[in-house]
């Protein structure tokens, strides 16, 4: 007789199409057809730095004249490593012969071969393209015929003069940058907004705005792009707050301000990295005021204290995202979950990357690539006040969203 005990239970097993990162592996080519945030623009210096994205070792560096380059980190010619390489005007010298390489792998230079390389244009780097954002490096590591233009979003389109961007590249509301599990089971967790008034409310303490511990009527939708939670709360003034997050494929996150400090279109969005199959780093850009304080770095507990002044015990009694997503496992056992009604949003999600996965499997491409100058990708997320005599922008879910 089955009384629930854990004796005798069978081992859990993880699903990989949730998780893998690597060439080949089926998850793992669909990310490759998605620029792919790789660092910070202020990480490429002339220091050539150690990076891994996709579960591939890689070497950024910043060339003098400002270009960029993404390169293998093995020398095509004796094998040893570009990280101790010496950055020049236009390229990166191997330490060990001397071989230049410029960011799109082309060797320049063989000062030990007769008239500094005869044939040094039939060698070539491994290499990967990159493209500057926002005080984001990206890069596109998948096949060079299905390379797709680097998209544009409306909230980040004609910044004005009094604005700037600013980029927030923490771990989940003010941990550590990078965290010990997959991207996967990050990125999900924006279709989870029961989570919000649960763990950052009734388990934490309030750690967003007041507003947001009412409990909302919520639902989901599908749409060509990814997946919206819409989630309406009736405020104590008779108005309604209506907020919206979406996902955008394959591992992007658009939430609203949790403090509600911006009404109207959100001004931010995210990017899981996904560093290996068990790592990963998030990188959130914002579009905000010139001096204006950055957000993202909230408070724990009734001290309000940031997330590394506190102790052991109270990363127990105030758990936020990093704790909850991180304490699932490296990889979370996708077995052993027994999903609810609730969790629909997560299904969606889940159910949605799996088809883009079996139709790049095909040969097609996976929805949200463009390869002909598109226009911004408009977003929907935010938080909008609607029924109201208010300054506030009023968007009616018929207007904000796909049918």
Not at 77 to 82: A, D
């Amino acid at each position: 007789m089955d009384d629930g005990r854990a004796y005798g239970r069978p081992v859990g097993v993880s699903d990989p199409e949730l998780f893998q990162t690597g060439a080949g592996t089926p998850s793992g080519e669909l990310l490759r057809r998605y620029w792919q945030p790789v660092a910070l623009s202020s990480e490429a210096t002339s220091i050539p730095r150690e990076v891994r994205l996709l579960s591939e070792d890689l070497v950024l560096y910043r060339s003098l004249d400002g270009t960029p380059g993404l390169l293998e980190p093995r020398c095509c010619h004796r094998g040893t490593s570009l990280f101790y390489g010496r950055v020049e005007e236009d390229c990166i010298r191997c330490p060990y012969h001397g071989w230049a390489f410029s960011a799109d792998g082309t060797c320049t230079d063989q000062p030990c071969e007769p008239d500094r390389g005869r044939n040094k244009s039939s060698y070539r780097q491994p290499w990967y393209p990159v493209q500057e954002f926002g005080g984001v490096i990206f890069t596109y590591m998948g096949p060079p015929e299905k390379q797709p233009d680097f998209p544009r979003y409306d909230i980040f389109e004609d910044i004005g003069h009094d604005e700037e961007f600013h980029v927030v590249d923490h771990f989940a509301f003010g941990g550590p940058n990078v965290a010990p599990c997959n991207w996967f089971q990050t990125h999900e967790n924006v279709m989870d907004p029961y989570h919000v008034f649960i763990l950052h409310n009734a388990i934490s303490g309030p750690q967003f705005d007041p507003r947001l511990e009412i409990w909302p009527r919520i639902d989901w939708q599908r749409h060509e792009w990814g997946v919206t939670a819409t989630q309406d709360r009736e405020l104590p003034d008779g108005t309604t707050l209506h907020r919206i997050t979406e996902t955008r494929l394959p591992n992007i996150r658009v939430v609203a301000t949790p403090t509600l400090a911006y009404l109207g279109k959100t001004n931010n969005m995210s990017w899981a990295q996904p560093i290996d199959d068990t790592h990963t780093r998030v990188f959130c850009i914002l579009r905000i005021p010139k001096g204006s304080p950055p957000q993202g770095l909230g408070t724990y507990g009734p001290d309000a204290k940031g997330w590394f002044d506190l102790t052991d015990e109270e990363h127990q009694t105030y758990p936020g995202d990093y704790e909850t997503q991180v304490g699932q496992g490296p990889i979370t056992l996708h077995s052993e979950e027994r999903l609810s009604s609730s969790d629909r949003g997560v299904s969606m999600v889940r159910r949605q990357y799996k088809e883009q996965i079996r139709i790049v499997a095909a040969g097609g491409d996976p929805m949200g690539v463009t390869f002909a100058d598109a226009a911004p990708v408009e977003l929907v997320a935010g938080n909008y006040v609607i029924d109201g005599d208010t300054d506030f922008s009023v968007v009616p879910i018929a207007e904000t969203l796909d049918s």
